[in-house]
């Protein structure tokens, strides 16, 4: 956000997320028609939360733009960064390799994105 402002740009904030079982080989018993409405409030209440905390530590108001996504994260995030300027994403994901420098996701956008990638740490 502190960029957005420098660069009197936009952020489009996306938390993209897909239910087990509807994409890919997943895991339990879960489908998509039992479970993506509460996903959906469930992502978009996560990502309003996080835009909040992190929008308080700022001197100015930058706009966001916040967007739940369903689907394969580096999919929605490959097509959100499509006339990107910057595509700025996590170092690593929920999969448990702690000792990883890059998850799965973010290293497939830092070679496939076709904007400039920042993988910001916690």
Not at 4 to 10: G, M, P, Q
Not at 110 to 116: E, I, K, L, R, T
Request: a negative charge; proline letters at 4%; one cysteine or more.
């Amino acid at each position: 956000m502190t960029q957005a402002r420098l660069s009197d740009a936009t952020v489009e904030a996306i938390h993209a997320w897909h239910a087990p079982g509807t994409s890919g080989a997943g895991y339990g018993w879960a489908t998509a028609a039992t479970v993506g409405d509460n996903n959906d409030a469930y992502a978009a209440k996560i990502l309003d939360e996080t835009i909040a905390e992190v929008a308080a530590q700022l001197d100015r108001p930058v706009t966001v733009l916040a967007t739940a996504i369903p689907g394969h994260p580096v999919q929605v995030l490959l097509n959100a960064a499509a006339g990107a300027t910057l595509l700025v994403v996590g170092s690593r994901g929920r999969n448990g390799f702690t000792g990883m420098l890059l998850g799965s996701v973010s290293q497939h956008c830092v070679q496939n994105a076709p904007c400039s990638v920042v993988v910001a740490r916690a």
